[in-house]
Structures are given as structure tokens and as C-alpha cells.
């Protein structure tokens, strides 16, 4: 398994992540002003740390957890499966394509 990769993966994957749930919560803000800008995120640990260091502090904070979790869930999956197999990397691709596809969908629905 080559780590790099997989670090580089984790970093662009969770920049994407994060990106769209800031744009989510810039459109709670600009189109229901008189909501909680933070109810965009469903994770109550991001939305936490939205909540104490704001919109990019929070951001930058949960990424760096973001990319640790990752990297553990590769190692962990890698320790199951073996290095030189598919399957670590069809897991963790799937899980983060739902969680991608599922920030788009609250971006087009508060927009």
C-alpha cells in the first residue's frame, strides 16, 4: 500500500467534503437568513466545531480529524483485507462518493 497515495486521497476527498458543506451553509445563510446556518451539517461534531471556531476554523479543525479517521480506516481495512487487494480502497471510495453525493443533494435542496 502506498501511503502517499493514500494521504493524498484522504487530503482530496475531505477538501472536497468540506468545501460543499461550506457552500451549503453560505446558501442556509444567503436564503434562510432567519435559520441556524449550521443545521446544514448533520454530523454534530462538525457542526460543533463550526459553532466554536467558524466557518473556515471549523473547517480546517474537522479536515485534520477528517484525514486521521481516514488514514485509521485505511490502515484498519488494510490490516483485514492485506495491502496488495481492492478492496480497502472500493470501501472507503464508496463511503466518501455517498457522502459527497449526499453534501451536493443539501447544496441543490437549500439553494
Known sequence: MNWILVIVVAILLVAA???ITAMTIKQVQK??????PYSAEKNQLAKLFF???????GSVVYGIISVGTFILAMWLLTQFFGTHNFYPWFIILMIYG???VNNVYYYIRYS
Open 51 to 57: 459553532q466554536k471556531f467558524g466557518l473556515i476554523g
Open 98 to 100: 455517498y457522502t459527497l
Open 17 to 19: 467534503d468540506k468545501t
Open 31 to 36: 436564503n434562510h437568513p432567519a435559520a441556524d
